[in-house]
């Protein structure tokens, strides 16, 4: 079993959808998680970084992680064309130099208007 | 404030020879993390640097080296290419003062061994 699933997709949804990005995780050593998101030839960019159980929201971006059942999720509102891109759910056990990021094998959304 | 650079764009090289990828990190950031991405998989951590040392490793063999330089810039070095080293290779940077870090990623280098 690989340490970080992700579904990936492909997704296609239409412009002013909601969107659920989902992974699962075996490792429960994991505190630290992170979404972010990759244009097509380009480096991944970071959109959300959490620590532990709980929400967090940022403008259209809303990040939930769930300890207990090693799951976290990121929800995009009023989808929008330009979020077009694939997106990669990452997470460590420690925020020390040192400690890899452990990353999901990515999931590409396609947004039509 | 300078994001994370990272030179070259493409380079393509046959099986066996060396290839050096070089990393230029963000204003204020004193670590230095590499990483590949084969096609439709995540990245994978490599190694990362910091005070010029190695510090920290994940699962690749020791044709692959690194180094640091006293202005936190950062090579990656990888002997006796094969086929399989073809991906983007990942500079990520970030500032370790002991909590807190967030990696910031360049934009990579493609690589293509032939």
């Known amino acids: 079993q690989k340490e970080v699933e992700q579904d990936p997709g492909p997704l296609s949804v239409p412009e002013g959808a909601i969107v659920s990005l989902n992974c699962t995780y075996s490792?429960?050593?994991?505190?630290?998680f992170m979404w972010y998101r990759q244009y097509s030839r380009k480096g991944p960019e970071l959109l959300m970084y959490?620590?532990?159980?709980g929400n967090k929201e940022d403008g259209r971006f809303t990040a939930q992680v769930d300890k207990s059942s090693k799951y976290i999720s990121l929800f995009i509102r009023d989808s929008q064309p330009s979020d077009s891109a694939t997106y990669l759910c990452?997470?460590?056990?420690?925020?020390?130099?040192?400690?890899?990021?452990?990353f999901g094998k990515g999931t590409t959304l396609s947004v039509s208007s | 404030e300078t994001g994370v650079t990272q030179s070259p764009t493409h380079l393509i090289k046959t099986r066996g020879q060396q290839v050096t990828l070089r990393c230029s990190s963000q204003?204020?950031?004193?670590?230095v993390s590499w990483y590949q991405q084969a096609l439709g998989q995540g990245p994978q951590f490599i190694f990362q640097?910091?005070?010029?040392?190695?510090?920290g490793r994940g699962n690749f063999p020791p044709r692959f080296s690194g180094l640091q330089f006293p202005n936190y810039s950062s090579e990656l070095n990888v002997n006796a290419l094969e086929l399989d080293d073809s991906a983007l290779y990942l500079c990520?940077?970030?500032?370790?003062?002991?909590?807190?870090?967030?990696?910031?990623f360049g934009p990579g280098t493609r690589l293509l061994v032939l």
């Open positions: 990520a940077s970030s500032f370790s003062s002991g909590g807190g870090e967030t990696q910031y």
């Open positions: 490792n429960s050593a994991f505190q630290y």
């Open positions: 959490t620590y532990s159980s």
């Open positions: 990452a997470m460590s056990a420690s925020n020390q130099a040192g400690t890899a990021l452990i």
């Open positions: 204003s204020g950031h004193n670590t």
């Open positions: 640097y910091y005070r010029e040392e190695e510090n």
